[in-house]
């Protein structure tokens, strides 16, 4: 059975740009995955952990066959593979892969949460999953992307398209 899934990505590390490109790459390359979707790519001020370089984010839609948990060890696997360390919470890293949905499923698990926990109050992860999921419904919530997106309130961390060379 196919399942469409949404997922976010970004990187601060190095070529932030070519690492999104590389972790992409990989998922796409998985017999069990095709990239469907992926959103122009965003330049994020850091979250939680503010002494760090800013972020390229972006977001995914891909068609897989695995299962959630399945699912979630490819994403980390391409991680670990690129070189991802988790040293301090929020902090710098080479590539970061979430699942934002899995399909319509509500999953909380001690290793897997779905929905993403805090989908709905983050603008980096909003903007560009309303670019190419404007209408999915947060099966929680009950609101679509671009509803949740514009919940925002306007202040808060800054995003903006990232312009440079792709």
């Not at 796409?28 to 330049?43: Q, R």
């Not at 360390?85 to 970061?96: A, H, L, S, T």
């Not at 926990?117 to 670019?131: D, Y």
């Amino acid at each position: 059975m196919t399942t469409i899934v949404h997922i976010g990505f970004g990187s601060n590390i190095g070529d932030r740009v070519s690492n999104c490109r590389t972790a992409l790459k990989y998922l796409d390359d998985s017999e069990k995955t095709k990239i469907l979707k992926v959103s122009s790519l965003y330049l994020t001020e850091p979250v939680g952990f503010k002494e760090q370089d800013w972020f390229i984010n972006g977001a995914a839609e891909i068609s897989t066959n695995m299962g959630p948990r399945e699912f979630l060890d490819l994403l980390l696997g391409t991680e670990k593979k690129m070189g991802r360390e988790r040293v301090i919470r929020w902090g710098p890293r080479i590539i970061d892969l979430d699942i934002l949905f899995f399909g319509d499923k509500v999953i909380a698990s001690q290793s897997l949460v779905v929905p993403h926990t805090h989908l709905h109050e983050r603008r980096f992860v909003l903007e560009p999953l309303a670019e190419i999921a404007p209408g999915k419904v947060h099966p929680v919530l009950g609101k679509t992307v671009r509803e949740l997106l514009e919940s925002l309130p306007e202040e808060g961390e800054e995003v903006t398209r990232y312009n440079g060379d792709i």
